[in-house]
């Protein structure tokens, strides 16, 4: 995943012109990346409820007590192929394809997702949500307009997120709660902390881009790194914020 417009190991080493949050072009270029992302994140949260609020398609993907079923395993696993897919075959893909799989990534996170609603109460996941977007806008905001260059810290979150995957993949065996909150807490800030690096790591992308024709890609892949980022800290917020039903 060495590519370049890989969604979480990629990074453009350019820095932006001083002027950039006067640059039309680069704000034109940034809201189609939210704008792109929103409409994911809608997407997914429309699938979850769909799948959850339909018992019989619910049954398709998880058994009673919530556990994947041979299809929802496929539904959980087919996001990561996609993803790999992607970056690898970005050059050799049209902006069209890259779209239509990502809004096909966004509706299989929704079957993957739909779970919450049976382990969470309604008005808790509502309210997680609503944190979670006002913290990521100031989060991205602050990504976008701060002068100073956070390249250093994202090497530093990207080493901190293979290791919680590693600490999350080692506590299925051990099954340690105390190693669960720490994965929780750390997840938190490092998904926090990679907001505010992808944003600008993006504004800076368009410097390298602007004109080109791969720009179009360049904006959904973008859309990618920061769904991305939206939804795992909805999820860790979910873990400490998150009424059991």
Not at 19 to 27: E, H, M, N, S
Request: proline fraction near 2%; aromatic fraction near 14%; charged fraction near 10%.
């Amino acid at each position: 995943m060495a590519n370049n417009m890989d969604p979480r190991l990629g990074a453009f080493g350019a820095r932006a012109p001083a002027d950039a949050g006067y640059d039309a072009g680069l704000r034109s270029y940034m809201l189609s990346i939210y704008n792109y992302m929103a409409s994911g994140v809608l997407l997914t949260g429309i699938v979850a409820l769909l799948v959850y609020s339909t018992p019989a398609l619910f049954a398709v993907f998880f058994n009673q007590i919530g556990s994947p079923t041979i299809l929802g395993w496929i539904a959980i696993a087919s996001p990561l192929v996609m993803i790999l897919a992607m970056n690898f075959g970005i050059h050799r893909m049209s902006e069209a394809t890259l779209k239509m799989m990502f809004w096909a990534f966004a509706a299989l996170m929704g079957v993957s997702m739909s779970t919450i609603f049976a382990r969470y109460t309604g008005a808790s996941i509502a309210q997680t949500f609503f944190i979670t977007a006002a913290s990521f806008g100031g989060l991205s905001l602050f990504g976008y307009t701060t002068k100073k260059d956070l390249s250093a810290m994202g090497r530093f979150l990207m080493m901190g997120l293979i290791g919680i995957i590693i600490a999350m993949i080692a506590n299925i065996f051990i099954k340690s709660s105390g190693l669960q909150l720490a994965v929780n807490i750390l997840g938190v800030l490092i998904f926090a902390g990679l907001t505010a690096y992808d944003t600008q790591r993006l504004r800076d992308m368009y410097y390298q881009l602007q004109g080109s024709d791969f720009a179009g890609k360049a904006a959904v892949m973008g859309a990618l790194t920061l769904y991305l980022n939206f939804i795992n800290l909805f999820q860790f917020l979910l873990s400490f914020m998150g009424n059991r039903d």
